[in-house]
């Protein structure tokens, strides 16, 4: 089924910092690692110089390892790999980490219109996206509506008291399109307990930063020009006590008969998107839902996106396809928060 490393998307780079804070005292901490089908990076600033780096590393190796214990699909023995595996009608307790996290991927599902859903695992392989799965042609209407009848978030899960029913015993839930951003919220929350109050964590492109850079700012974060061939920044945006992630469709694709396929699929057609949106970044107030959001108002597309965007006061910034602008072939649509956060 669906490969994490082919939904992860790191589409951002960190500005480059100084280090002044080393000037100063301060011990500047770098731990880094693998988790979830991807990487991540983690910067914090000590201002006691009292953490041993390996405590820390411990502690974070620790939390995320949890983490994929509740969330991971390629663990036969994980919270959500039973889950898969169950009949339907079966009904299984679950963490309350993990129930928390399909409680807001059930709200963003909802408030999206099913834009978001973590049941679309069976369309995405259709289409060639998954693990070991490639195609340079269509699948059939048959075959798109044999996947689908697989997939709907809400015709396949039912939440109960700490526990999931299973409605459709051949759906299966993947986390990708939230699960690291929980990742993220989850070390942020190793960073508190440490006493750290300046840091950001990263994983697969999701992130959350808290108080300031080692520069003494807000860590700047550049987004990616949406483009294949070249990892350009196309803004630089401050992020504090916030988390972001970026969706893109320009990493995995393909072409067939002069058009373009990519592995966002929208799980009410069945099929991939095909408006002019190719990324889309989100700010707010912690790493799931930014992770969540991001991929449904790129599964929308900025015309009902910002709409959303500006109805639930979400900082959002849309970058479009724009053939008419000869420098960079993209134009950039901000919500009215994330024009605020950035003025």
Not at 59 to 76: E, F, G, I, P, Y
Request: glycine letters at 10%; one cysteine or more.
């Amino acid at each position: 089924m669906s490969n994490p490393l082919l939904l992860s998307r790191r589409s951002f780079m960190v500005m480059p910092l100084a280090l002044a804070a080393c000037k100063k005292g301060w011990s500047v901490l770098e731990l880094s690692g693998l988790t979830m089908g991807t990487s991540y990076s983690i910067t914090a600033i000590d201002h006691s110089k009292e953490v041993k780096q390996a405590d820390l590393q411990a502690a974070v190796d620790t939390a995320l390892a949890r983490v994929n214990t509740q969330m991971s699909n390629w663990d036969a023995t994980s919270e959500i790999s039973r889950f898969n595996a169950a009949s339907a009608g079966e009904t299984l307790s679950v963490s309350p980490e993990l129930f928390h996290v399909m409680q807001a991927a059930s709200d963003v599902h909802a408030a999206s219109g099913g834009g978001f859903d973590v049941t679309v695992g069976a369309l995405i392989d259709l289409w060639g996206f998954g693990a070991g799965h490639t195609r340079t042609d269509m699948p059939s209407d048959s075959d798109i509506a044999q996947a689908m009848a697989c997939c709907g978030q809400s015709q396949s899960v039912e939440l109960g008291n700490g526990s999931f029913t299973k409605l459709k015993s051949e759906s299966e839930i993947y986390l990708s399109s939230i699960g690291k951003g929980f990742g993220v919220d989850q070390v942020a929350a190793v960073m508190k307990d440490f006493g750290i109050t300046d840091y950001m964590v990263e994983i697969g492109g999701d992130l959350y930063t808290a108080g300031k850079n080692p520069d003494g700012q807000a860590w700047r974060i550049g987004i990616e020009t949406p483009q294949s061939f070249d990892r350009g920044v196309m803004k630089v945006v401050g992020v504090s006590d916030m988390g972001m992630a970026t969706s893109g469709d320009y990493r995995n694709f393909f072409d067939y008969d002069g058009k373009r396929y990519s592995h966002i699929i929208d799980a009410t057609t069945g099929r991939p998107v095909t408006h002019d949106t190719a990324s889309v970044t989100v700010l707010t107030e912690n790493a799931m839902l930014a992770d969540a959001w991001a991929t449904a108002l790129l599964v929308l597309g900025r015309e009902r996106g910002l709409e959303i965007a500006n109805e639930r006061e979400m900082a959002v910034l849309f970058i479009d396809r724009d053939a008419g602008n000869t420098t960079s072939g993209f134009k950039t649509i901000a919500s009215e928060r994330f024009a605020a956060l950035t003025a």
